[in-house]
């Protein structure tokens, strides 16, 4: 096969959304508008080492973002075109024989789309470029076609330019397409700015090229959705949710239930074994995996945790970067934050918070506690209100608890603190000191009955009133 760059057009600013931040960086279906076209590229077979991102409004944070992928950034300033984009780039692309090129803007092309671009132009044309004949017509560009050969495409007419009679044509430009480089690179040395934007339009390198006799072909997309663009934030939002619906019905087709999936916010690379559940309002975010027969509770919100088989999340729950073994059971409002590693069997209840801590096989902590820097047994019991007082101001001390100790309810366990197996911990206690295996550790002050105080204060009190 022949050398081939993937081109992305990523330097217009995108004035519509009204963001300092630039369009390609705003965020549909949980990546980028950029990371999703540069998803599609390379699932297509594309390098990242040949492929290159042409920047210019805000081109630092497009270079930024993009940094760790390897791919290249190639700038273009000022901004005068998308025919001008491919111009600055044209120094980088001698080295190729051809290229796909695809807008920053327009998210939903897929992998498919660019293979048989590709597929299209080595099977023998100059250049082949996608189109759609949606039911509602929009401002894109029109494709006509030869009369006597209609399946050769001689020009593409931007929408301001169009006679009324082009206007009627329903067959648009998506804005993706494949070129043998050597005749683009010939039609980009001719192109004007005669146009009312006084651009250079890539699009009439297509006129030139068929002048000069260019084979250029039309690839119909089967799906026009492709052809959904983002210039403001509405369609952002539509957009956003076109993604996640896709990405929610991947996830049914594999054998997920998910309850009103609009309300379902699925990141692209979470994965979800089968027989999972998602009830209404779940947010599975960054990396999450669920293994098999995952439960999670309406508007529990997963950012970057691995969940084993059989693990049930009730409803509010916020975990991230957090991993639970099988058949674990958390929620509903319990937060687990960095390295929480909940064991199998396990349960954590409403308004428990963990961190940096692992909570053993079977331990339970039901109702209102924080575990901060601890080790914590395989059954043991922590009882409502149980505090690790992990922190002195300073420096972070970390708690060790032995299994199937028993900690009673509003314990205020002063770290650094061992507490060995099999230990109680009287509730109400404050423990500063290690207990010993199997002892009871009492840390409070000792409880005093007065009889009949209450009698005689209110007999002081009446006595006193009367004058005494
Ligand atoms: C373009 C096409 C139109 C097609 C439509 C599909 C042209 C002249 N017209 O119009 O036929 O129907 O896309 O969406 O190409 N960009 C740069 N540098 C520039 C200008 C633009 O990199 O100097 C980038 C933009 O960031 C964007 C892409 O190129 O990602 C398309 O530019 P845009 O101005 O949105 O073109 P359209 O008017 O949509
Ligand atoms: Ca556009």
């Excluded at 080295?95 to 090129?101: E, L, M, N």
């Excluded at 379902?264 to 690379?269: N, T």
């Excluded at 404050?430 to 009871?440: E, N, R, W």
Aim: proline share 5%; net charge positive.
């Amino acid at each position: 096969m022949a050398a081939t760059a993937l081109i992305v057009l990523a330097a217009g600013r995108g004035t519509r959304l009204r963001s300092a931040l630039p369009k390609v960086l705003h965020h549909a279906g949980g990546r980028s508008l950029l990371a999703h076209v540069l998803a599609a590229g390379a699932a297509a077979g594309l390098p990242a080492a040949d492929t290159f991102v042409v920047a210019g409004y805000a081109a630092e944070q497009v270079q930024a973002a993009v940094a760790s992928s390897g791919v290249r950034v190639i700038l273009q300033q000022p901004q005068r075109g998308t025919g001008h984009a491919l111009q600055v780039a044209a120094p980088a692309l001698v080295a190729y024989s051809q290229i796909i090129v695809l807008h920053g803007d327009m998210p939903v092309v897929s992998a498919t789309t660019v293979s048989r671009l590709r597929a299209e132009l080595e099977a023998g044309a100059d250049a082949v470029l996608a189109t759609a004949t949606p039911d509602t017509p929009r401002a894109y560009g029109r494709i006509l076609r030869d009369r006597k050969q209609p399946e050769q495409v001689v020009a593409i007419v931007e929408d301001r330019q169009a006679t009324p009679a082009q206007k009627q044509i329903r067959e648009l430009n998506a804005g993706f397409y494949a070129f043998r480089v050597q005749p683009l690179l010939v039609a980009l040395g001719q192109l004007g700015t005669n146009n009312p934007h006084g651009e250079f339009y890539l699009t009439d390198t297509i006129a030139l090229m068929a002048q000069a006799g260019a084979k250029i072909r039309a690839y119909p997309l089967p799906d026009p959705v492709e052809i959904l663009g983002i210039n403001d934030r509405i369609e952002l939002a539509e957009v956003d949710s076109l993604l996640r619906r896709r990405k929610a019905e991947d996830l049914m087709t594999q054998g997920v239930s998910i309850y009103a999936p609009a309300t379902v916010a699925v990141d692209p690379e979470v994965t979800a074994g089968q027989d999972c559940v998602l009830e209404p309002g779940v947010q599975l975010r960054g990396q999450t995996t669920l293994g098999a027969n995952c439960r999670i509770g309406a508007y529990s919100i997963l950012t970057d945790c691995r969940l084993d088989d059989g693990v049930e999340v009730l409803p509010h729950c916020v975990l991230e970067r957090a991993q639970i073994g099988a058949g674990a059971r958390v929620g509903p409002f319990t937060r687990l934050r960095e390295q929480a590693e909940i064991a199998p069997g396990a349960h954590l209840g409403n308004f428990v918070e963990v961190k940096k801590s692992r909570i053993g096989e079977g331990a339970k902590a039901m109702h209102l506690a924080y575990l901060g820097d601890a080790q914590i047994g395989a059954r043991v019991n922590i009882g409502a209100g149980t505090i690790t007082c992990n922190y002195d101001g300073e420096q972070k001390h970390p708690t060790a608890i032995g299994e199937e100790t028993f900690v009673g309810s509003n314990s205020t366990l002063v770290a650094p603190l061992e507490i060995a197996a099999g230990a109680y911990v009287a509730a109400g206690s404050v423990i500063t000191d290690s207990v010993p295996a199997g002892a009871l550790a009492l840390g409070r002050g000792r409880q005093v009955n007065k009889p009949g105080w209450v009698a005689a204060r209110k007999k002081k009190a009446r006595s006193s009133r009367n004058g005494g």
